[in-house]
């Protein structure tokens, strides 16, 4: 009897090992609920909320490391209460790491991480300001002045030698080289928000959102080479497929996704979200777009290939933005 409890726990200890190991191998869906202050840590098929982790006040966007174990979260806070930090999760741990102070650089918005894991890049509305941060001691090793009004997202080119940036209040889109740390400023059209560089890094999409338009800045010139009407009401994101073949737009007012066909411009479908629709994410494997309706409480779940919802899930109160954790590779 005392051989077979023995052999009992023994077994059931390798089993919880191998259950941990398969969820510490499995990717993450994570998703920011701004009026919870909390990260949601979502199975990516079945769409379990797995975790909540708390945040910062008020957070907007989160981005994932290369490896897929920590999250990077802006906690932006509210007009009468601005965000000044960055909150780290622990997505192994499933809770706040650490959160780093940014100083008198306020209201901290878009987020990205570098291919290699080694830099987070963070804008900084209240104080129109970029910052470039160790990723594993928070260390702010630059601060870029855009000396534009509500520096919104950023986006690096492919080889991440230059971050373009969206300003809202200032209607345009700021440039910055990393090679010799120049700042450049693109006027695109009054509202400009949602960003997105191509997967080849041969075309910059800004979204005007006070005007319903897109514009289209060629990165080899840092000019706008094009600009057309979005297809819906206050597009306040752009997110290329992963292939490069279509850019979906979330319309916030219309409470729709238009999609369009990158090369040729044309608007390939119109599909009906949900209410005030804002953060696009593309799934890995290009089969799927995630689009957070914030007025809602829900995430959107759209087919790629077939332009269709196949589903929708919740995480909490006003989901944002969200990101994709690659795991176990």
Do not use: C
Not at 277 to 298: I, Q
């Amino acid at each position: 009897m005392k051989t077979q409890t023995i052999l009992k726990s023994l077994f059931a200890g390798l089993t919880a090992l191998a259950l941990s190991a398969a969820a510490a191998a499995s990717d993450l869906l994570l998703v920011v609920n701004k009026s919870d202050s909390t990260l949601a840590i979502v199975h990516p098929d079945t769409y379990e909320v797995l975790s909540l982790v708390e945040t910062g006040f008020a957070p907007h966007e989160v981005y994932a490391s290369p490896d897929g174990r920590f999250a990077y979260v802006s906690d932006y806070g509210t007009g009468p209460r601005p965000g000044n930090t960055v909150t780290v999760v622990d997505l192994d741990a499933r809770a706040a790491a650490a959160t780093w102070n940014l100083g008198d650089n306020l209201r901290p918005h878009g987020i990205w991480v570098s291919r290699d894991g080694s830099r987070v890049w963070v804008t900084t509305e209240g104080s129109q300001t970029v910052v470039e941060l160790d990723a594993a001691s928070g260390e702010m090793l630059n601060v870029w002045e855009t000396g534009q009004n509500v520096s919104h997202m950023v986006v690096p080119t492919p080889d991440e030698t230059k971050l373009y940036v969206a300003n809202i209040g200032s209607g345009s889109v700021t440039v910055i080289d990393r090679r010799d740390n120049s700042v450049l400023t693109v006027p695109t059209g009054a509202g400009a928000e949602g960003i997105d560089v191509s997967p080849d890094g041969r075309e910059v999409w800004v979204s005007n959102r006070a005007e319903h338009t897109i514009s289209i800045i060629d990165p080899a010139t840092d000019e706008v080479v094009e600009t057309f009407e979005s297809g819906g009401m206050v597009p306040i994101r752009v997110k290329f497929t992963r292939d490069g073949a279509q850019v979906f737009v979330s319309n916030a007012l219309s409470n729709s996704v238009t999609v369009f066909d990158a090369a040729t411009r044309e608007l390939a479908a119109t599909i009906d979200v949900g209410a005030v629709p804002v953060g696009v994410l593309m799934a890995p494997d290009g089969g799927r777009a995630f689009v957070a309706n914030t007025s809602d409480n829900r995430v959107t779940v759209i087919d790629v290939a077939a332009l269709a919802v196949t589903g929708q899930f919740e995480t909490g109160t006003e989901p944002d933005g969200m990101d994709w954790a690659r795991r176990g590779e």
